[in-house]
């Protein structure tokens, strides 16, 4: 829970009181501007913005205002988008957080939601009550809002309080975001005619759901890489840190084992001494670009080997020395703070590959 506090005094977490109380409220400040009247925006879409601050942003209810039109496709209510955005604080004239970042993963926002599932979506949630249907990809847009107004309700969850302490927001602090609608979540590019042997993928309203192995040949017992679609965007790179949707399952299993287009999008680094996934997803994306769908099939060398793997009740999800068969969605990527140096491995190429390793011990998974 965060302590409520009034500028200039920083927000911190020091004394813990009880999340019903309200927030200090003062007012607006003498020599604070509203809205737009307190900064300037230029730069171009896909760039950090820049802000010319003409005085401190008084902290009211959410207002928004079209910086630039877009050209790409509409957006309806329901869809899934990709956006960066810059959360800059109109009391200290600060970056607070920023997509824009080399080290920063885009954000995901889902038009017309209403219940967060993350401590972004919280922060995030003025940008996406100010989407329109009728709007279109690559426009970008300005929102203010006061962060009592934005995060009063969730000042008791701890994720969020984190998040706020972090970023040094205080409890009565002018916000402006500037966001740039991006894309839709899911592969951009061109598709490719999968080679012969790849499972085909199920799908309910266009999102996928298992694959079917009907009329296809046994495993090969080596990294198989397929690219249905060659992605559009920058090649992910060793050590990097992606965002991908996925769906795993393996030959005999009647349903995937896991898989995220359900829920939210999957985070983990790959390639690396800090890969969090198993070696077969590192060896078979390092290499391919932002943007991309491919099938993996991954044997169990580069897998979880001999383990078994089980759910919360015991029960074997995934066999011992089972081959797992994968449909990725890579939706971004971006660089990790401080990253070790990478170890060397094999990368993929844009098309099917194949390689072989030595047998190693799985230490990695393929989800948290």
């Excluded at 995060?151 to 040094?168: Q, R, W």
């Excluded at 769906?247 to 999008?265: H, I, M, N, V, W």
């Excluded at 029960?315 to 020395?321: E, L, Q, R, S």
């Excluded at 401080?338 to 094999?346: H, R, Y």
Aim: hydrophobic residues 40%.
């Amino acid at each position: 829970m965060l302590k409520r506090l009034r500028r200039p005094t920083t927000l911190v977490l020091t004394t813990l009181i009880p999340a019903s109380l309200a927030l200090a409220a003062c007012g607006e400040g003498e020599g604070e501007l509203k809205g737009s009247d307190a900064f300037s925006i230029s730069g171009e879409v896909g760039e950090a913005p820049a802000v010319d601050w003409k005085g401190t942003l008084a902290p009211e209810k959410a207002s928004s205002t079209v910086l630039v039109e877009g050209d790409g496709a509409e957006i309806s209510d329901g869809d899934e988008l990709l956006m960066d955005f810059a959360l800059v604080n109109g009391y200290t004239h600060k970056v607070d957080y920023s997509t824009f970042d080399a080290d920063a993963l885009a954000a995901t926002v889902t038009v017309g939601a209403t219940e967060p599932e993350t401590a972004l979506d919280v922060l995030t949630a003025a940008v996406r009550d100010a989407i329109e249907p009728g709007q279109k990809l690559g426009t970008r847009i300005a929102v203010t809002v006061g962060s009592d107004v934005l995060l009063g309700d969730y000042l008791g969850n701890e994720a969020v309080a984190g998040m706020a302490v972090s970023m040094d927001i205080g409890n009565e602090d002018g916000l402006l975001f500037v966001a740039d609608l991006r894309s839709f979540v899911g592969p951009t590019g061109t598709e490719q005619k999968p080679a012969a042997g790849t499972p085909g993928i199920v799908e309910k309203d266009g999102v996928p759901t298992k694959l079917d192995f009907a009329g296809i040949p046994g495993d090969s017992g080596k990294l198989k890489v397929t690219s249905l679609v060659v992605g559009d965007g920058p090649v992910v790179t060793k050590g990097q840190q992606i965002m991908v949707n996925y769906l795993g399952q393996t030959r005999t299993g009647k349903a995937p084992f896991d898989e995220s287009y359900a829920s939210t999008p999957f985070t983990a680094v790959v390639g690396g001494p800090s890969a969090s996934v198993v070696k077969g997803w590192s060896r078979g994306l390092v290499g391919l670009p932002v943007g991309s769908r491919v099938i993996l099939e991954i044997p169990p060398s580069l897998g979880y080997g001999k383990e078994a793997q089980k759910d919360d009740q015991g029960k074997v999800t995934i066999p011992a020395n089972s081959t797992l068969y994968f449909v990725i969605d890579i939706l971004d990527a971006a660089d990790v703070e401080a990253a070790a140096e990478p170890e060397p491995s094999e990368s993929a190429s844009e098309s099917t590959s194949e390689s072989t390793s030595e047998s190693t011990s799985p230490s990695e998974t393929a989800s948290e």
